[in-house]
């Protein structure tokens, strides 16, 4: 508002990105091909989605190790309803979807009930869905998928931009539009920001904390799903590298861990830094180990920037600034 | 006068004990009503009565000439009674506005926030309370004052028909304190309803019109007018007896070899040049105003924040402390902090084990061993001696009285042996009794031969014990006098030294 | 209050009587499990839990977490695995190269967490990745399987034919703790600075310090925890932790939770972490006996950690209505 869009946070991750780009596509003109596109924007939706499922718990003030289990459960249940049962793929999907959903739910009810951390609540729940998982799989994956689903999880609408896009920027409008104009997401944020004023202004802090679960589970189980239709078969091993990856992103984008502050484009662009870097140690045929490195590398530099920026906003308080 | 509010015959009970008993209170348009008491008076579950927190085990209340029955503290907010905290109830990353409106995120979850209009009616409140801000900016790039500014106009907006203030002047500078006064004193005009909560009387004397005094639970005085009182009438309300200064007699003890010495010592937090001296069995009072930087001196003496100038000298040798562990462990430095549930004790552990801390290295045996005996053999002496009330040394000291916990951490400096002991605000939240008792140990130690430097807001407290009054303001030693006890002429020549006037340096 | 009654409501005694009941139910359903065999892999295997428990306790108590003890304790065991493949060393020396190791990327983490000021979740987080990512790299992901059979035979030997020695080094290590954290001023210090990082500021402790110890303790443990598996498999390698190290996280954090060890810091139990380790184990061991569905150990892993933190709470409400605590 009265901030200039150079200091915002997204604006750093901007420019790390379009700077990535232009030096990469130099070195490397292949960068830049529609094909390589593609599958760029097809790793930024699905990483998107897994990002932003975090990210609303992140808002909140407390964190969600069971994304990764969310996903590969609904993923499974997608892959598993389509070819055991012979159910549609729209139907399977919604299906998985309320799972999704319904884990988060209770994700968050044990949260605001039992008041027990989230990080113990959801390691629990970490552990049961992927059990779950592994209960009904045995560890096999489920290979018939339908055509459908799998053009719609590769092939582009609009040359290269892929299907899969679709759902993840309206996901992404979808955030921006509750966290930022409506009152259920501004009340998400102010539980995170501060819980004891917001529950005495009335907002009934349980059942925001269930309403911010209920999304990450959603926005989990449609990474899952759109996995599926990716990888083209139902992995019960989805989900398992998804949790450096889910707090890699909105800590890039300028989130702050004890809640209160996130930003949507700024996780979009975090998402978008961490798919560049990993195409391009590929295009550089550089060790793939090595992303692992780099992602953890990027939390401690983002965690450390955003730090920094708190501090110096402190200090410019204190000598008072306003 | 109407009469908005009206509480009759309270009762409140806790396991054990009888909180509020047979307590009345009202409250008329158009004024200001102090509510005071002692800790542990009963104050606080008042409050948490009126505002919803607790349910009343008996009584009525009636708000505005109907039942008043606060479901919970929503609900309290909803029919009428608003509070401002001492915490701030505020979401940092919020706009001015939203927080001043923050209810209304509760009622329509999914209708589009019209900002441009939000924004509008919260400059109304801005003007009604001269907050020279952009509603648009986040709260938490505002001062504390104008935070507390915004908490107000939030309780206001809702219509409250009472404002409730729980030590709002507690962080604010003297300047912004007039400012908040003179905002209340139109609130007033206007026909609010204010109960003013606080500990400082000369604040309660200046703004309040009528007084409910609260003492063991019950009401010492209910609704008085307080042009009726005079100073020492609150205060044997308050404590069932006269404020009492001991007839000590002052002690000349600014002689030989200072045990601590601040030469020149400038900070980085901005202190100038200070220079202060405190001999073997002197208690120097260190006086200043809420934010002239005394605690911060101290901990930049005790090396938690860093001296960029000048030195500190301990027996006239000059001392090299990077950290607190060198104060306490090479220069036995103590500190009795101010904040002692954060700073002083560690609550979950036991009596034993935090009376011990400082001195776990010293007694430590065969790199490092150490046994519960050698610990209780150098501790309890100090226990006893201090008369600590508790059921076992196994205890939690979180499950201890404010009084109790206040001499286990002074009790935690005598076992360390301290040579210099530094104590701020002593008795901040600890009854009457444990404070006379603290201000004759304080007295004794001095007499073993610690050297002592006490900060206090507390000018009975500073005139009742130092020998020597040092007085600080804006992060500088404005000046110094011997304690004559002479309460008028203390008082004055300290309120003149902070004003800056050099001359009542006697 | 007594303390025969404090003991009695107390974590530890109820992880006492769990194991017993459970230990009846297994040998009536199943007489296997009392057999010698079943009850020398038990001990094995909860040797290493424990350890895992251990290495998380120690990091719990200073208020934080470390999701990095399995990419620690695969880093140890690898850096062990290759000194002695490599080099051809004698285990004694590189057990002590892979302690070292585990020290060293445990203090790191301290390091960055008592300079950074953040919150040991991130920052373990991040580290997760960059150790195992490293460990990787520098592996090619491939194992050392040219271990000491010296250090190779404590891993299968079996004392009175019963007893393991992992089992043996783990009960000095617990013995070692308990000394440390109740007899020690180091140890009381770590506590309190874990307790209450101001108070113990002021009374003289440097906090940092002490916040650092506890995770280069965490990393040590972590690194016997590792190089115990090497000694049980004979062969170090990448994947026995999971994908990260991730598989280490749960029984880290069900040891130290089923034993009432405090997440706020502060408060540990060497005792009931043992206990909730070996407790975890035995409901493995005995499920996997019993054939419930292999696959669904995870599940009830899961919901056992659930129940036990729901139990607790309601324990400690109990306690608190009743005025024992």
């Not at chain 1, 560890?139 to 040359?159: R, W």
């Not at chain 1, 920001?193 to 990450?216: D, F, K, T």
């Not at chain 3, 001023?185 to 307790?195: D, F, I, K, Q």
Request: charged content about 15%.
């Amino acid at each position: 508002m009265n901030q200039k869009f150079w200091q915002s946070e997204w604006f750093g991750p901007l420019l790390i990105t379009v700077t990535a780009i232009v030096i990469v596509s130099s070195l490397n003109p292949s960068f830049l091909s529609p094909f390589n596109i593609q599958i760029l924007l097809l790793a930024i939706s699905v990483n998107a989605m897994i990002a932003f499922s975090q990210m609303i718990i992140i808002a909140i003030g407390q964190m969600n190790l069971s994304v990764g289990a969310i996903g590969g459960m609904a993923a499974i249940s997608f892959g598993g309803m389509m070819e055991v049962w012979g159910i549609p793929w729209p139907i399977a999907a919604v299906l998985s979807l309320s799972i999704g959903l319904l884990a988060g739910i209770a994700n968050g009810a044990l949260c605001a009930y039992t008041g027990i951390s989230a990080f113990v609540i959801t390691l629990a729940s970490l552990s049961i869905f992927k059990g779950i998982n592994l209960g009904i799989t045995e560890a096999q994956p489920f290979y018939d998928i339908p055509d459908t689903v799998k053009s719609l999880g590769n092939d582009t609408f609009l040359h290269p931009l892929p299907w899969l896009v679709l759902p993840a920027v309206a996901a992404a409008v979808l955030l921006w539009y509750l966290l930022f104009r409506l009152p259920l997401g501004r009340a998400i944020l102010a539980v995170g920001g501060n819980e004891h004023a917001a529950a005495l202004s009335g907002i009934s802090v349980p059942r925001i904390v269930i309403v911010a679960h209920a999304i990450s589970g959603l926005l989990a189980a449609l990474a899952g799903i759109m996995l599926v239709g990716r990888l083209q078969i139902g992995q019960p091993t989805i989900g398992d590298d998804w949790l450096i990856l889910s707090f890699a992103a909105p800590v890039i984008g300028g989130a702050i861990l004890t809640g209160g502050h996130v930003s949507v484009a700024g996780t979009f662009l975090g998402v978008a830094i961490v798919a560049i870097i990993t195409q391009v140690l590929v295009l550089f045929s550089i060790d793939p180990f090595l992303v692992q490195v780099v992602l953890g590398g990027l939390i401690l530099w983002a965690v450390g920037i955003n730090r920094y920026r708190e501090v110096r906003a402190h200090r410019k308080i204190a000598a008072g600034a306003i | 006068m109407t009469e908005i509010f009206n509480a009759q015959g309270i009762l409140k009970t806790f396991p054990g004990v009888k909180a509020l008993e047979d307590v009345s209170v009202s409250l008329t348009r158009g004024s200001i009503h102090a509510l005071l008491g002692e800790n542990g008076a009963g104050k606080s579950t008042l409050i948490k009565v009126m505002t919803g927190v607790y349910r009343p085990d008996g009584g009525t209340m009636m708000l505005d000439g109907a039942e008043y029955e606060p479901q919970n503290t929503h609900d309290a907010i909803v029919k009428g009674i608003g509070v401002v905290h001492q915490e701030r109830n505020l979401i940092p990353r919020f706009s001015i506005a939203e927080n001043i409106f923050l209810e209304h995120l509760a009622d329509q979850p999914l209708r589009r926030i019209d900002y441009p209009k939000l924004f509008q009616d919260a400059q109304r409140w801005l003007d009604l309370l001269e907050i020279d801000a952009d509603p648009a900016t986040p709260v938490d790039r505002l001062s504390v004052a104008k935070m507390q500014l915004v908490e107000i106009a939030k309780a206001l907006s809702l219509n409250s028909k009472i404002l409730m203030l729980d030590e709002p002047t507690a962080s604010l500078t003297p300047h912004e304190t007039d400012t908040l006064f003179g905002i209340l004193r139109r609130l007033r005009d206007d026909g609010a309803s204010l109960v003013f909560v606080s500990h400082k009387l000369e604040e309660v004397q200046e703004i309040c019109d009528s007084v409910t005094v609260l003492r063991d639970g019950q009401n010492a005085c209910e609704s008085r007018r307080l042009d009726e009182l005079g100073r020492q009438d609150i205060v044997r309300l308050m404590i069932g007896r006269s404020e009492m200064i001991p007839d000590w007699v002052a002690r000349d003890r600014a002689e030989g070899q200072p045990v601590l010495e601040l030469s020149n010592v400038s900070t980085k937090l901005g202190h100038k040049a200070v220079d202060l001296k405190v001999h073997k069995g002197e208690i120097v009072g260190l006086y200043g105003l809420v934010g002239a930087g005394r605690s911060e001196l101290a901990k930049a003496v005790l090396g938690k924040f860093e001296i960029t100038d000048g030195e500190v000298l301990v027996n006239g040798i000059s001392a090299k402390i990077n950290s607190v562990a060198d104060a306490v462990g090479r220069y036995r430095i103590g500190y009795v902090s101010e904040d002692r549930k954060s700073e002083g004790l560690v609550l979950i552990h036991s009596v034993l084990e935090n009376v011990g801390i400082p001195i776990w290295r010293r007694l430590s045996q065969f790199g490092g061993f150490l046994t519960n005996g050698t610990v209780r053999k150098h501790t309890v002496p100090f226990i006893q001696k201090l008369e600590v009330r508790t059921p076992s040394l196994e205890q939690q000291v979180g499950n201890l009285s404010g009084g109790n916990q206040q001499k286990i951490s002074v009790a935690k400096w005598l076992a360390a042996e301290a040579q210099v002991l530094i104590i701020d605000e002593p008795s901040v939240g600890i009854d009457i009794k444990t404070k006379a008792y603290l201000h004759e140990l304080i007295r004794e130690l001095s007499d073993t031969g610690t050297a002592i430097l006490l900060i206090t807001s507390d000018m009975p407290e500073m005139i009742a014990l130092a020998d020597r009054i040092v007085v600080m303001n804006e992060y500088a030693v404005m000046g110094g006098f011997n304690n004559t006890r002479d309460y008028t002429e203390m008082s004055e020549g300290i309120m003149g030294l902070i004003q800056g006037d050099e001359t009542a340096a006697a | 209050m007594g303390g025969p009654l404090r003991f009695l409501l107390s974590n530890e005694f109820g992880l006492i009587v769990l194991v017993l009941l459970f230990g009846i139910l297994f040998s009536t359903l199943s007489p296997a499990f009392l057999s010698k065999f079943s009850l020398y892999a038990l001990g094995r295997t909860s040797a290493v839990n424990i350890m895992i428990g251990f290495s998380m306790m120690v990091v719990i108590i200073t208020g934080g977490l470390n999701l990095s003890v399995g990419a620690i304790g695969v880093g140890a065991a690898m850096f062990g695995g290759w000194l002695m493949q490599a080099f051809g060393m004698p285990w004694v020396p590189g057990v002590i190269g892979g302690l070292a190791m585990g020290a060293a990327l445990g203090a790191l983490n301290g390091v960055i967490i008592v300079r950074s000021g953040l919150h040991s979740f991130i920052i373990t987080l991040a580290t997760m990745s960059i150790f195992f990512g490293v460990m990787i790299y520098l592996t090619r992901a491939e194992s050392y399987r040219e271990i000491s059979p010296a250090f190779t035979s404590y891993g299968r030997m079996k004392i009175l034919g019963v007893i393991s020695p992992l089992l043996l080094v783990t009960f000095a290590v617990a013995i070692m703790l308990s000394v440390l954290f109740r007899f020690t001023a180091l140890g009381r210090e770590m506590l309190v600075a874990g307790a209450n990082a101001r108070a113990a500021e002021i009374s003289g402790i440097r906090v940092n310090r002490m916040i650092t110890y506890c995770h280069m303790l965490s990393g040590i443990l972590a690194g016997v925890a590792g190089l115990m598996l090497v000694s049980r498999t004979g062969a170090a390698i990448p994947s026995m932790a999971g994908q990260l190290g991730q598989d280490w996280l749960l029984p880290a954090f069900l040891g130290p939770v089923l034993g009432g060890t405090l997440l706020t810091g502060g408060r540990l139990s060497v005792l009931g972490t043992l206990l909730g380790s070996f407790l975890v184990t035995m409901l493995t061991t005995g499920l996997l006996l019993m054939q419930v569905g292999a696959f669904w150990i995870q599940t009830y892993l899961g919901l056992l950690l659930l129940a036990a933190v729901l139990i607790d709470l309601a324990r400690r409400s109990y306690l608190e209505r009743r005025k024992l605590l």
